[in-house]
């Protein structure tokens, strides 16, 4: 049984400590709104502070919305790191700019903290079954201390490389889904323009190679007008700006692409609809 705090309750975050705590493991959990702490009355601590939380933890684990949720919970004012001791494992998961991850590796070096940044793909099925895909870069050493913990979350764990490496590829991975996603949605819209059932178009679209998994389960929900949030249209904008950023002047036209029919569903009032909402941009 190892000690470990999960920042962050969210809709990922809950069920990761709920898999922590379904493994054995004694955890901690901390929220910025209260509220969603209290599903872990009595199966967890709850603190009132990532500080608190932290204190006397093995592993800590953030999992928070953005750059500045992510800099708050490590080293805001009662920030994690104030609390961990040398040697203790902080992991962030949360998606964040490459240049936010290695500010973080920097100062857990700086405390002689160990860190990996370890973002996941997968969405609330995948976190409710233990299912996610663990992106992790940093130590290798250290990501063997920390491979329990992380089985318990997780179908899958790949090094891929030092500090930030996890957070580079995870912006890559959810850059090529909003342009598949984007594309999808004003193709099915011309379709329904043309006459033909969107439930037909999803389903031989679906069935054919060109579409991945994750795209069929997006075509799916445009069919069927299933757009409850699992990655909001609000998110996948933040995830194609943290792209651009990666890039620093690079070309990424169809990233920025997809972004521009994001924002402008966020506009339309679809900003916390799920990110396959965009259809409604052309019906």
Known sequence: MTKITVLGLGAMGSRMAERLIAGGHDVTVWNRSAGATEAFQGR???????????????????????DDAARAVWLGDDGAFAAMAAGVIA???????????????????????EALDAPVAGSLPQAAAGQLIFLVGGDAATLDRARPALDAMGGAIHHVGAASAGSRIKLAINALLGVQVA????????????????????????????ASLALRSY???????????MFP??????????????????????TMAARAVYQRAGAAGLAEENMNAVVKLYR
């Open 44 to 66: 967890a601590t709850i603190a009132g502070t990532p500080r608190d939380a932290a204190n006397g933890a093995e592993i800590v684990l953030a999992m928070v919305r953005d």
């Open 91 to 113: 992991i962030e998961s949360s998606t964040v700019t490459p240049a936010r991850a290695a500010d973080f590796h920097a100062a857990a070096a700086a405390r002689g903290i």
């Open 183 to 210: 594309a999808a949605a004003e193709l099915m819209g011309t379709l329904a323009a043309q006459g033909i059932a969107m439930d037909k178009a999803a389903e031989v679209i679906g069935a054919v190679p060109v």
């Open 219 to 229: 075509l799916a929900g445009m069919a069927a007008g299933l757009f409850a949030p």
């Open 233 to 254: 249209v609000a998110m996948i904008d933040k995830d194609l700006g943290y792209a651009e950023a990666m890039a620093a002047g690079a070309p990424l036209p169809l």
